[in-house]
């Protein structure tokens, strides 16, 4: 039963333009979510979170927005550039839980 | 700042055998949780200490144990290496300053574990 889900396993956009990112939960007990990028032979690198008090959270080129009702965020990169080129992971922990739910990622490639 | 560290890099090992994977946590962080990722999958949370404890533990079997040490590093040990046991492992420190509250936890590099 996966918990998070990331139903696009690749996206593909021209540098410049925006990339948006989805990502869908089920459990209601999650609080707190976070987008990590993962580059091949590397581990995978924080980028961005957001608490369920919020709707949306913003840091430089990096946007997460949070629809509770709907169990869903999303991760708008803009302006994209090559060097965002990487897997994605939505990741989510809750309530008594400690542990990060991660989804299977996208892989995002951005054409010069 | 240090990062979090993982040895060794890459690690072959038969089935049957036993495996140690090491991590040093973060400057400043007292939590550490270790993930499994396979091919193509999210990381799997494993297990997570804090201050030395086991702090909850995802579903994987008992030969699956782990340590953490007062300087906040920590180990992960295989028994019984088992074909399906292949996997990059992850580790990840954080710092909690409630057990179980909200934190973001920062990755190191993994061992890629090859068993054959």
């Known amino acids: 039963d996966q918990q998070v889900k990331q139903n696009s396993p690749s996206l593909s956009v021209q540098e410049g333009r925006i990339s948006i990112l989805n990502c869908d939960y089920t459990?209601?007990?999650?609080?707190?979510f976070l987008w990590y990028k993962k580059y091949p032979a590397e581990g995978p690198t924080f980028l961005i979170s957001i608490s369920s008090i919020k709707d949306k959270n913003e840091d430089g080129r990096f946007t997460v927005f949070l629809n509770k009702s709907a169990k869903h965020l999303s991760l708008h990169i803009v302006p994209s550039q090559p060097g965002d080129s990487a897997v994605y992971f939505c990741a989510a922990s809750g309530g008594s839980n400690y542990k990060l739910t991660f989804g299977k990622g996208t892989l995002l490639t951005v054409n010069p | 700042e240090t990062g979090v560290t993982q040895s060794p890099t890459h690690l072959i090992k038969t089935r049957g055998q036993q495996v140690t994977l090491r991590c040093s946590s973060q400057s400043g962080h007292n939590t550490v949780s270790w993930y499994q990722q396979a091919l193509g999958q999210g990381p799997q949370f494993i297990f997570q200490?804090?201050?030395?404890?086991?702090?909850g533990r995802g579903n994987f079997p008992p030969r699956f144990s782990g340590l953490q040490f007062p300087n906040y590093s920590s180990e992960l040990n295989v028994n019984a290496l088992e074909l399906d046991d292949s996997a990059l492992y992850l580790c990840?420190?954080?710092?909690?300053?409630?057990?179980?509250?909200?934190?973001?936890?920062?990755f190191g590099p993994g061992t890629r574990l090859t068993v054959l």
């Open positions: 200490y804090y201050r030395e404890e086991e702090n």
């Open positions: 459990n209601s007990m999650f609080d707190y």
């Open positions: 990840a420190s954080s710092n909690s300053q409630l057990r179980g509250g909200p934190n973001t936890q920062y």
